[in-house]
C-alpha cells in the first residue's frame, strides 16, 4: 500500500487552480512568436499568485470588489487595496456549481466557489458589491451563508436618466462613508486627489499601449494585454505601473524595429462579450492561435476599466466622490443597463480606431445579459457593414474543439475579404 | 483440487488458480498478443507445470474478461464486472471490507459499487475510448521515451505544477504531450500532469457509483505509485492496492469456480 500523504481540501483545489493556471502562461511562453521579454514579469506574477499561492498584500487592507463599479480610487485613498473578486477559474466554477443553479454564468458560479473553498492568496477583508446583474446582485446572500459579510452597494439599471445619476452619486458616498468608518480613516482631499491621479496615470499607461495596437505591425498580443489588465484586479498598484512600463519601452523598440506578434494577413479582432478573466482566456486563445490577433476589446476586465478618466471640476471631497460616481456609471458600457447603445458606438468606434477586420463576442452560457444583448449587437453590426462572430462559450476546459472551427472558420473569411481588397 | 480462473483482456491474459479453500496456488500474467486463445492455454499450461499439477486437477474452470468467450473450455464464463467484485473482496479480506473498486485496464477503466454482501450493485465504465485507460500511460510512457514503470518514479521528481492534458483522446493526448516536451518542459512535470488527468477522469467514475469507504485500485495501472497518489488525492481518501493488482479478476473468476463446482456438486 501506498505511503504517500493525501492532499487537504486546500491543497487539491490549490493544485487544480495551478494546474489551470500553469497551462494558460505555458502556452502564453511556447505558442506565440515574439514573445515579449517583458511580459516575463507579468507570468511571474501569475505563477506566483496562482501556482504558489503567493500573498501579494500581508498586512494591508483589502476590500474585495464585486464588480468594476466600485471606484478603486476611494479605496486607495483610504490607504486599503482593491481586489477584484471576479473569478476565472473552472475549479471554482465546479465548486460553485453545486450552490447555483446549473444554468448561472460560470463568472459568478466560480467566484462564489472561490468564497466556498475560503482559499484565497488574499483574502478580502470588507466585500462590496454593486447591485449590477441579478446574478451577482444575488450571489452576495449565497457568499454571505459561508460567513463573509457582503455589503451591498446600490446601481441603477437606467442610464440615461438624472435620477440614476443622483442616485448612484448618493450610493457612492454612502459607500466612502461605510468603508471609511470599517478603515477608521477620513477620507481626505488631498489622499482622494492623489490616488485619482494614480489610477489616472494607470489609465494613461494602459492608453499608451493601446496606442500600439493601432499601428499596422502590432507588437502586443491581445492576450499579453489581457495579462496586463487582468492584473490590476489584484496587483500592487505600484509594481503594475513598473511592469506596465517596462512593456511599454519595449513596444517602443518593437515599433522602430517593426516587430510584429503576428503576420500581415493575420485579420484584426475587437474583442467584446462577457470578459476574459484568468486563467480563463480560452476564447482569446484560440483567437490568436487561429492566426488572428485581437487589436482591441470591449470588456469589464480590460477596456472598460481603463478607458474613461475621472473628470473632476472642483477639487473637494463631494465634487470629487461625485465625478468618480459620474464615471464609474456613465461610461459603463454594461449590458445590464436598460438600454445600451453606447456599448455598440463603442464597438464600432473601436473596430474603426484600430483598423479591425472583425468582431468576435462572447456570452458566457448562463450569462443572460451579454446574450440579450446579442440580437442588438450583431443587428447594428450586420447595419455598419461589421462581420461578427458570436460565441457561446463556458469555463470547461474540453471544450475547445467547436469553438476553434468557429473561429477558424471566421477567421479564414476575414482573410479572403483581406486579400480580395488587396 | 483445484479451479482456475481465467481473465482474458484485451492487454493481458491472467490466470489465477485456487485451491477448494479459494486459495491462491498461483498466478500468471501474459501478453494478449494476436492470438488469444494459444496463449491462453499457454499461459494456462505454464501455471500448471509451476504449480505442479495436471489437466485433471483442475475440477473447474472459469473464464472472464473482454476475450472470455473464445475460451471455449471453460465450465462457465462470467462478466469481468462480477468476478472482479468477488476478488476484490477475497484479496482484500484482511485489510478490510470494500464497497468500491477502481479497475483500470489495458482499454477500459470502470468503478464498481458493492453492497454489503459484496454484491454488484452499480458501475459505470469509461466511454468507448482510450482516455484514462492503461494504453493511454503506455503511449504516455512511450512519448517520454522511459517504461510505463518508470513513470511512478517519475511522478515524484515532479517539482512544480503538474501540467495538465486537457485532451481527453488519447491521440490527441499524445500531441499535447510532444508539445510540451517540444517546448523543454520537464518530464515529470508532464508525468504528474497525466497521472492527474487520467485520476480526474476515473474519479468521475467513482462519483457515479458514489464514494464510499473501502477503495480497491487494481488493475495493471495499480502499480503505478503515481498514478495511485494522483487517484487518491483526486479522491481526498486512500485506496487500498493488492499485492497482485493484475489477478483480481481471475482470481475473482477462480473463487466463482469453487462455488460453481460445490453448487453443482449439491444439485
Not at chain 1, 60 to 70: A, S
Not at chain 1, 143 to 158: A, K, L, T
Not at chain 1, 279 to 304: G, H, W
Request: glycine share 6%.
Amino acid at each position: 500500500m501506498s505511503d504517500h500523504k493525501i492532499e487537504s481540501v486546500k491543497q487539491k483545489q490549490n493544485r487544480h487552480k495551478a494546474m489551470e493556471a500553469i497551462s494558460v502562461i505555458n502556452t502564453m511562453k511556447d505558442e506565440f512568436k515574439n514573445p515579449l521579454s517583458s511580459m516575463d514579469s507579468f507570468y511571474k506574477l501569475y505563477e506566483d499568485v496562482y501556482c504558489k499561492q503567493k500573498s501579494l498584500h500581508d498586512e494591508t487592507t483589502k476590500v474585495g470588489t464585486m464588480c468594476i463599479q466600485i471606484p478603486s480610487e476611494i479605496i486607495y485613498a483610504l490607504d486599503a487595496v482593491p481586489i477584484r473578486l471576479c473569478n476565472g477559474f473552472y475549479t471554482d466554477d465546479e465548486i460553485g456549481s453545486d450552490m447555483l443553479p446549473q444554468k448561472a454564468c460560470p463568472l459568478v458560479k466560480a467566484t462564489v466557489g472561490h468564497f466556498a473553498s475560503g482559499n484565497f492568496s488574499d483574502k478580502p477583508d470588507f466585500i462590496y458589491s454593486p447591485t449590477t446583474c441579478d446574478q451577482k446582485t444575488k450571489a452576495g446572500s449565497t457568499i454571505e451563508s459561508f460567513g463573509y459579510e457582503v455589503v451591498d452597494v446600490d446601481f441603477p439599471r437606467m442610464k440615461e436618466s438624472e435620477i440614476s445619476r443622483e442616485y448612484f452619486r448618493r450610493s457612492i458616498k454612502d459607500f466612502s462613508a461605510h468603508l471609511s468608518k470599517q478603515m477608521s480613516k477620513k477620507l481626505t482631499k488631498k489622499k482622494l486627489k492623489e490616488s485619482i491621479s494614480k489610477i489616472g496615470y494607470a489609465q494613461s499607461l494602459y492608453h499608451k499601449l493601446c496606442e500600439y495596437r493601432k499601428d499596422a505591425s502590432v507588437a502586443i498580443s491581445g492576450n499579453d494585454m489581457f495579462f496586463i489588465t487582468n492584473a490590476f484586479f489584484f496587483d500592487k498598484l505600484d509594481d503594475w505601473i513598473d511592469k506596465t512600463k517596462a512593456v511599454l519601452s519595449e513596444l517602443e523598440q518593437r515599433s522602430q524595429d517593426q516587430v510584429s506578434v503576428a503576420s500581415k494577413v493575420s485579420p484584426r479582432i475587437v474583442y467584446t462579450g462577457s470578459p476574459p478573466i484568468f486563467p480563463n482566456f480560452k476564447i482569446p486563445m484560440l483567437i490568436e492561435q487561429s492566426d488572428a490577433l485581437i487589436v482591441a476589446d470591449e470588456t469589464c476586465s480590460s477596456n472598460r476599466m481603463f478607458n474613461d478618466r475621472v473628470a473632476v471640476d472642483e477639487w473637494f471631497v463631494g465634487d470629487m466622490l461625485n465625478s468618480l460616481a459620474d464615471k464609474y456609471l456613465k461610461a459603463c458600457t454594461c449590458p445590464i443597463f436598460t438600454k445600451n447603445d453606447d456599448r455598440i458606438r463603442r464597438i464600432i468606434d473601436l473596430y474603426k480606431t484600430y483598423s479591425a477586420d472583425g468582431v468576435i463576442y462572447q456570452a458566457f452560457a448562463g450569462c443572460s445579459v451579454y446574450e440579450l444583448e446579442q440580437r442588438s449587437v450583431l443587428g447594428a453590426m450586420e447595419k455598419e457593414g461589421i462581420p461578427i462572430l458570436y460565441l457561446e462559450s463556458d469555463y470547461s476546459p474540453s471544450q475547445g474543439g467547436q469553438l476553434s472551427t468557429r473561429v477558424e472558420a471566421f477567421v479564414e473569411s476575414l482573410k479572403m475579404k483581406k486579400r480580395k481588397k488587396a | 483440487m483445484t479451479f482456475a480462473g481465467i481473465d482474458i483482456g484485451s492487454t493481458a491474459i491472467k490466470i489465477s488458480i485456487v485451491d477448494e479453500n479459494k486459495q491462491l496456488l498461483g498466478h500468471k500474467i501474459s501478453a494478449s498478443g494476436t492470438m488469444f486463445y494459444k496463449y491462453a492455454h499457454d499461459t494456462l499450461k505454464s501455471l500448471m507445470d509451476e504449480i505442479g499439477i495436471k489437466k485433471d486437477d483442475i475440477a473447474y474452470t472459469v473464464a472472464t474478461g473482454y476475450g472470455r468467450k473464445i475460451f471455449k473450455e471453460a465450465d462457465e464464463n462470467i462478466s469481468e464486472i462480477t468476478a472482479n467484485a468477488i476478488g476484490a473482496r477475497a484479496a482484500a479480506r484482511e485489510h478490510g471490507v470494500i464497497n468500491t473498486i477502481i479497475n483500470i485496464g489495458g482499454q477500459d477503466s470502470k468503478a464498481i459499487s458493492l453492497d454489503e454482501e459484496g454484491h454488484v450493485v452499480n458501475f459505470a465504465m469509461n466511454d468507448r475510448c482510450a482516455a484514462g485507460t492503461g494504453k493511454f500511460l503506455d503511449a504516455c510512457a512511450m512519448n517520454l521515451e522511459i517504461g510505463v514503470d518508470e513513470l511512478g518514479g517519475r511522478h515524484f521528481q515532479s517539482t512544480g505544477t503538474p501540467l495538465s492534458i486537457n485532451s481527453t483522446c488519447a491521440v490527441f493526448a499524445e500531441s499535447e504531450i510532444i508539445g510540451l516536451l517540444g517546448n523543454e518542459h520537464s518530464v515529470p512535470d508532464i508525468v504528474c500532469g497525466v497521472h492527474y488527468s487520467i485520476a480526474k477522469r476515473i474519479v468521475k467514475l467513482v462519483k457515479r457509483v458514489g464514494v464510499k469507504e473501502g477503495i480497491y485500485f487494481d488493475g495493471g495501472p495499480a502499480l503505478n505509485e503515481g498514478l495511485v497518489n494522483a487517484i487518491e488525492n483526486e479522491l481526498s481518501k486512500k485506496i487500498f492496492i493488492p499485492q497482485y493488482p493484475q489477478i483480481t479478476t481471475s482470481y475473482g473468476a477462480a473463487i466463482i469456480g469453487v462455488d460453481s463446482y460445490v453448487y453443482a456438486s449439491m444439485s
